[in-house]
């Protein structure tokens, strides 16, 4: 039987949140799931009831900004950012949860994972960023690139 492990099945949810993404540059889908249950998902996209990027343009990638730079021009919320604005709308509680997320969290995403008391971070693609894995050694929380 080709059943996938738990690890694999969450992972393949955040692939399937990731397409949702409206973003232009990088689709990227996250899971939140605690006690093997799915608590809430998030993909990258604009705020709700906001013009998505398909619409307007990517501004990033008009001015040509690389990868990692100049979030706060971008109009999308990361998939991370996402899942945890959806756990607070709808009352769900993050402290010792794990997240799965089709790539590594960035240092902003990383810093709000560490306040919204996540344990845990599985990631498929790596997102070279030092920084962010300075504060990940740092923190209580583990962090493992699944294949």
Avoid at 105 to 129: E, F, M, Q, V, W
Wanted: hydrophobic letters at 30%; one cysteine or more; aromatic letters at 6%.
């Amino acid at each position: 039987m080709d059943r996938p492990n738990w690890d694999q099945y969450f992972m393949e949810m955040a692939e399937l949140a990731a397409k949702r993404s409206t973003c232009l540059r990088r689709k990227v889908g996250a899971v939140l799931v605690k006690d093997k249950r799915i608590l809430a998902t998030g993909y990258n996209g604009a705020p709700k009831k906001l013009p998505h990027c398909e619409e307007t343009g990517c501004l990033r990638k008009q001015k040509n900004v690389p990868s990692g730079q100049r979030h706060e021009i971008c109009r999308g919320i990361h998939a991370e950012q996402n899942l945890i604005a959806q756990s607070a709308l709808h009352g769900v509680k993050t402290e010792g949860a794990t997240v799965y997320c089709t790539d590594q969290p960035c240092s902003i995403c990383t810093k709000l994972l560490i306040n919204a008391g996540i344990k845990r971070i599985y990631y498929k693609k790596p997102y070279d960023d030092e920084f962010t894995k300075k504060i990940l050694n740092q923190s209580d929380i583990s962090y493992e690139k699944l294949n």
